[in-house]
């Protein structure tokens, strides 16, 4: 079955360490795969999808097919990313995404 | 601009009731979809809309939920008979297009409270 594990609920570091935020992913084709975050009091929203490999507000996620991973990663973590981050798959490039439980995000000053 | 809206914010009910959940996507979006997030858990795939039509109902937990949208744009979600299980966030979100490539903007979601 296609699931999205985030085995992380809290992750708290302080300003200015490095962040990762694991995702691991049961699928056996060639997913697309994405992060999501929502800051509090505002709506979810898409952070970046691993088929853009671009770099997003200094996060970047690689898609390691081997290990089932698509972690987030940020080198200097900043106050304002402080936020509930969720990772998603699509399991067949079309339209249902499959998501994570998510992981609540703390930067402590 | 306008984003998506959703209404009402919060809802309570007693168990048994029926309630009615609607959602305004941003407007030209074809593409509409409702999610359920029950406390501590990811969000849950319910049902797809391109235009009017729902090619994807598979995510509806039971045959209590039913959903429809009407003029290409708003949609309502109804559960009959409420249940405590239904007590999540429901969330609603548009895209310019059917299809993961679009990219889905979120409502700020119904809490549901059951009684």
């Known amino acids: 079955a296609q699931r999205v594990t985030q085995p992380e609920k809290l992750l708290s570091v302080f300003k200015g360490a490095p962040v990762e935020l694991k995702c691991n992913y049961s699928y056996s084709g060639s997913p697309e795969l994405f992060w999501y975050v929502q800051y509090s009091r505002q709506r979810l929203q898409l952070l970046l999808r691993h088929i853009s490999r671009e770099s997003i507000k200094g996060f970047t996620a690689d898609l390691n097919k081997g290990e089932t991973s698509f972690h987030l990663k940020k080198p200097f973590a900043q106050e304002e990313d402080s936020a509930m981050y969720y990772c998603?798959?699509?399991?067949?490039?079309?339209?249902?995404?499959?998501w994570g439980a998510g992981t609540k995000l703390i930067i402590k000053p | 601009g306008a984003g998506v809206s959703q209404s009402p914010s919060n809802k309570v009910t007693e168990k048994g009731k029926d309630v009615e959940l609607r959602c305004d996507p941003i407007s030209g979006h074809t593409a509409l979809y409702w999610y359920r997030q029950s406390l501590g858990q990811g969000l849950e795939f319910l049902i797809y809309?391109?235009?009017?039509?729902?090619?994807?109902k598979s995510g509806l937990p039971s045959d209590r939920f039913s959903a429809e949208r009407t003029g290409g744009s708003v949609s309502t979600l109804t559960i009959q008979r409420t249940q405590q299980e239904d007590s999540a966030v429901y969330l609603c979100?548009?895209?310019?297009?059917?299809?993961?490539?679009?990219?889905?903007?979120f409502g700020p979601g119904t809490r549901l409270t059951v009684t």
């Open positions: 998603a798959l699509t399991p067949n490039s079309n339209y249902q995404l499959i």
């Open positions: 809309f391109q235009g009017n039509s729902a090619p994807d």
């Open positions: 979100a548009s895209s310019t297009g059917g299809g993961i490539s679009y990219e889905q903007y």
